[in-house]
């Protein structure tokens, strides 16, 4: 299919969301060239696998400052445009384990945690602009990069195995959900195949039975952990 969009209708800019300095001028950059931000869509982060116990603190810092303050900053400079529009659409993808609890990714559960709270509060602070959405996207497990660049038990260290991810939702679905929330202003979408799904929905409605399976299944994680397996199937990424 053949794009009517020409040179100008797009715009490519670097961006580091730790470097929160820069984000007033990457916004006035974009505004300078469209006149106008219809929409934000938050998708910038990394993910964890690594216990707790092993973990330097350093690495949490690290998780908080990309994936939280990075995400909020940027967050801040482009919502003062849309107020003074009254319009527009802030979407942040988030995850399901901003949900719920899993075992490896206590740091990368927190900050997912945190982005659920601060738009949830958000939210209720804009409800004199009620052609502003807030809408989170949650996740699953999706075919992507993530697990080859998640932070481990300290910031040099990388990840070795990637594992299999033939389970995952395809990115395309994915998008395709996301953008189908996004034009029905959805507040929270969940997207993501069973059975990570009936977790979502068991986190949410019988959380006692949801620590119960969570303790079986995470179990089961933290030994494939150490034996070298990164992605299993048995519990939500």
């Not at 910038?44 to 603190?57: A, E, M």
Request: proline share 3%; hydrophobic share 40%.
């Amino acid at each position: 299919e053949i794009s009517s969009l020409s040179e100008n209708d797009i715009l490519v800019l670097r961006l580091d969301l730790t470097d929160r300095s820069s984000h007033e001028a990457a916004t006035n950059s974009v505004l300078k060239h469209f006149g106008k931000i219809d929409v934000l869509v938050n998708n910038g982060g990394r993910s964890q696998r690594s216990l707790f116990v092993d973990t330097n603190l350093d690495v949490y810092n690290a998780i908080i400052e990309l994936n939280y303050l990075g995400t909020i900053s940027l967050t801040k400079y482009v919502l003062n445009h849309m107020i003074q529009r009254k319009k527009g659409k802030i979407v942040t993808v988030s995850s399901v384990m901003g949900i719920m609890g899993a075992p490896l990714a206590t740091g990368y559960c927190a900050s997912k945690h945190a982005l659920q709270g601060f738009f949830n509060s958000l939210r209720t602070e804009l409800t004199d602009y009620p052609e502003i959405s807030v809408i989170q996207i949650c996740p699953g497990p999706v075919q992507s990069q993530i697990i080859q660049n998640v932070f481990t038990e300290n910031l040099a260290k990388s990840i070795e195995n990637s594992g299999d991810q033939s389970h995952k939702m395809p990115t395309d679905r994915c998008a395709r959900l996301t953008l189908v929330s996004v034009a029905n202003d959805v507040k929270e979408a969940w997207i993501s195949d069973h059975p990570y799904l009936a977790v979502c929905y068991l986190w949410q409605y019988a959380p006692t039975w949801a620590w119960w399976l969570m303790n079986r299944m995470g179990k089961r994680r933290i030994q494939n952990f150490k034996s070298g397996i990164v992605s299993v199937q048995c519990a939500p990424l």
